[in-house]
Structure formats: C-alpha cells, structure tokens
C-alpha cells in the first residue's frame, strides 16, 4: 500500500485522509495551524454530501448533530412577501435518496475528526506548514515552511482558498475577490422569539444584498448571515464586525428579518472569493481537491458537498499499488472538472441573478421562481443534489 500525503486538514483534508486509508493506504495530514479545527458559523448540507459522507463511514455521526430542515424559502426582501419554497421533506428525500440539514460546521468537522482519529492509518500532524513540492520518479517531497521534508507516492493539496499547492501546479495567482461581504451570527436558541424560530432555511433577497437564517447544532443555535455587494476588495475572513456597522448595512430589512438581523451577536466577516475553473488539477503524483481544486462563492452550498465528493473519488480511485498514481490521479481530475466547474459558474449566476436581482430582473426572478412547482424545483436541483455516481468512475469497466 501507499503513503500518501495531504496538505490541509480542513473538511476536503480530513474526508480525503479517510477516503483513501479506507482503500488501506497510510496517510499523513500536513496541518500549517497548531491544533486541528474549525471556526464558521452554519452549513448547508445537499443530499449529495450524505451520499459521500455515508461512503466515508460518518455519515450517522452528522446526521446526528444536524437539523432537518421543511423547506428552503425564497422571501423578496424588498416587499418583504414570500415568492417560492422548496420542501425538502417527504418527496424530497424520496427523489434524492437522503435529507438535506443545516449543521455547524463543527458538526461536520467533527465526526471527520473524530474518525480520522481513529483510524489507525491515519496520522494527523499539526504545525506542518506546506509551501511547495518535489518530484521525483515514483515519489513526490512535500516542502514545509520550517525546511522540513516529508516524501510520499501521492501528494493531495487540500489546502483550501489561498493553496499553495495550487500555486506551484496551476500558478493563477490570488484568488477573485467578488466584492460581495457576508456578516455571519450564531445565537443562542433561546434568544430568538418562538414566532421566529423557523425550522427552515430562508433567505431574504434584495438588490445587492441577501438575507439567511436557519437553526443549526441540532436546534441549539440559529444562523444569521447579511450579505451584501458593498465592492470589498481585499479577501477577509473572520473578522470580527462591529453590531451598528451590520445593522446600518442593512436599512432595506424589516419586519421579521430585521428582528432577527437585530438579535445578532460577535458578527464574523468574510470577503468571499472564487476563482474560475481550470482545466489542470494534477500533475504527475500530484492532485487539488476542495477549495484548493475549485473553490466557489457559497450561493448554491456546495463547497464542502463538492469537496466530500472529490474524497470519495479520490479513495476510490487510488485503491491498490502506487505504481499507477498519476494515471488514476489524471482519472479523477478528468471525473471531477466538469461538474465542480459548472457548480463554480452556478453558485455566481446564483448571487447575480437570483439573490441580488433589482428593477425589472427582480420582477421576472419572482414571477419564475413563484410558477415553479415542487417537482419543477427538484428536476432544476437534482443534477447537483442526486447522489454522485461514483461507480460510473471506479467500476472495472469504467
Ligand atoms: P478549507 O476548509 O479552507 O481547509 C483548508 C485547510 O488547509 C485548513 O485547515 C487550513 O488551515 C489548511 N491549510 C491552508 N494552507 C495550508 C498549507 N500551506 N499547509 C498546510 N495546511 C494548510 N459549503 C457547503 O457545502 N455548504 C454551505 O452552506 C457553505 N456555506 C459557506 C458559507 C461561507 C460564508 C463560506 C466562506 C463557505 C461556505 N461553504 C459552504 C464552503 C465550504 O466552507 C468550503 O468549500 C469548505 O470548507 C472547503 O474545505 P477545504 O478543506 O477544501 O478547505
């Protein structure tokens, strides 16, 4: 068997880590922060992302500490009427095959976490701050920043946003910043009035700016996030922000919304970035995954789902004897470009079109959004939201 490395133990890292020593390879996880973990706010989770989880042994632990959801409604924030709702109960799950949940990111983090932990061929390294890599004929040498090197049959850069793997395969500089700020919350249950405590994922549009809340941490908290297309310029994340500066960022909220906006407490900011998809993800034993391989604005939430995915594949993939990586690693590249790409191009299409729609465009969104019946919103989902057919990649006659 295989002694792969990852760089970056974030969600992509660590569902990566188990993807592939469940194929019974050692894997050792480069993590450039002391401790392993996670800050954030909520998540969405498709059915998509319970189809890999499931696939990686965890997906019980997150259902565990998820919160079904009734439906996803879409509220015109400048009248503040509701134009459109997906549920995702009963009908839902029986198209898709599982729910869709709201969690904390630490209620996904966790359970990987937790298993990779258990694992005995998994080793999880703190302070090991990745910079670069060397090839040579059938191994590959992670560069760390302290000089250290650690050589490996595979290198996996999970490295999220900013990866520096990317930077040394792909080199397309620094990532798009979209100008668009979102200020993020998480209350405690209690403080929210129960004629506001919503057990569904709602979002409230306006010109260039939107509105989401939903209750996470198995109904302990809500989530608030206000976003808005302020034309920020520099990539922030987790800045503290201070309550007035949100609350006087968002004048056009009112009635329910504005209670809850009000509510909010330690607001996070984050500047969001993307890039646009490229055609090279690897690159001899070399591969991206997550956000380092297609990070994607959240409107659609779908980067953690996508990256749970490419580790799925990965492990799938990589199964057997080294001697063949950079084949199977060029077959998974070539298997996961074209469905993450078009859910990078969909996910800011989302934010143009739909979330922050003005003038005559808001009127067309709502009168499309409000003629869709459930079934119409499922078929128009059910590309990103069924489950991957990670057979159609990994079956000997694939
Ligand atoms: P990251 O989470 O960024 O993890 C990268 C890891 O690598 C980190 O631990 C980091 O410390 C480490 N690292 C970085 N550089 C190095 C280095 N040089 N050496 C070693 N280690 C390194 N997704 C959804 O599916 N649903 C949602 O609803 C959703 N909502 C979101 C809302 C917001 C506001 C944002 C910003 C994102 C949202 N996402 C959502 C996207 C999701 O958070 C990301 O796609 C996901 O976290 C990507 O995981 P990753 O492991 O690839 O990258």
């Not at 879409?74 to 134009?83: I, N, S």
């Not at 979002?203 to 700016?209: D, F, Q, R, V």
């Not at 989401?212 to 503290?240: C, K, Q, S, W």
Request: include cysteine.
């Amino acid at each position: 068997m295989a002694d792969i490395l990852i760089a970056g133990g974030g969600i992509g890292g660590l569902a990566a880590a188990l993807g592939l020593a469940k194929r019974g390879h050692r894997v050792t996880v480069l993590e450039r922060r002391d401790v392993f973990t996670e800050v954030g706010a909520g998540i969405q989770l498709g059915p998509n992302a319970f189809h890999a989880l499931d696939l990686l042994g965890v997906g019980q632990e997150v259902r565990n500490r998820a919160v079904f959801i009734d439906e996803l409604t879409f509220m015109d924030g400048t009248t503040g009427e509701k134009v459109a709702s997906m549920p995702v109960k009963d009908d839902y799950r029986a198209r898709f095959g599982n729910p869709y949940a709201v969690v904390h990111r630490v209620d996904l983090y966790l359970p990987l976490l937790e298993a990779a932990r258990r694992h005995p061929g998994i080793e999880l390294r703190g302070r090991h701050h990745v910079v670069g890599y060397e090839q040579q004929a059938g191994s590959v040498t992670a560069l760390l920043a302290d000089g250290r090197r650690l050589t490996g049959d595979a290198l996996i850069g999970a490295d999220g946003l900013h990866s520096a793997i990317r930077a040394q395969l792909v080199g397309d500089g620094s990532p798009r910043v979209s100008g668009h700020t979102i200020y993020r919350s998480v209350i405690p249950m209690e403080a929210v009035p129960e004629d506001l405590r919503w057990n569904t994922v709602t979002l409230w549009a306006g010109p260039k700016w939107h509105f989401v809340h939903y209750p996470i941490a198995g109904g302990e908290t809500f989530n608030l996030a206000a976003t808005r297309d302020n034309g920020a310029t520099e990539a922030v994340a987790g800045v503290p922000a201070d309550h007035d500066h949100v609350l006087n960022s968002f004048p056009e909220l009112s009635g329910a919304a504005r209670r809850l906006l009000e509510l909010g407490q330690d607001w996070k900011t984050w500047v969001l970035c993307d890039r646009d998809p490229v055609d090279r993800w690897t690159e001899g034993r070399v591969a991206l995954l997550g956000d380092a391989a297609h990070p994607m604005l959240q409107y659609a939430a779908q980067g953690a789902c996508q990256a749970v995915e490419d580790a799925v594949l990965l492990g799938g993939l990589l199964d057997g004897c080294a001697a063949d990586f950079e084949q199977r690693l060029e077959k998974y590249s070539a298997a996961r470009r074209e469905r993450t790409a078009q859910v990078q191009l969909v996910a800011r299409e989302m934010g143009r079109q739909l979330y922050h729609a003005a003038g005559d465009a808001r009127v067309e969104r709502n009168a499309m959004l409000s003629s869709l019946s459930a079934g119409d919103m499922y078929d128009k989902v059910a590309w990103l939201h069924g489950a991957y057919d990670f057979d159609a990649w990994t079956s000997p006659s694939a």
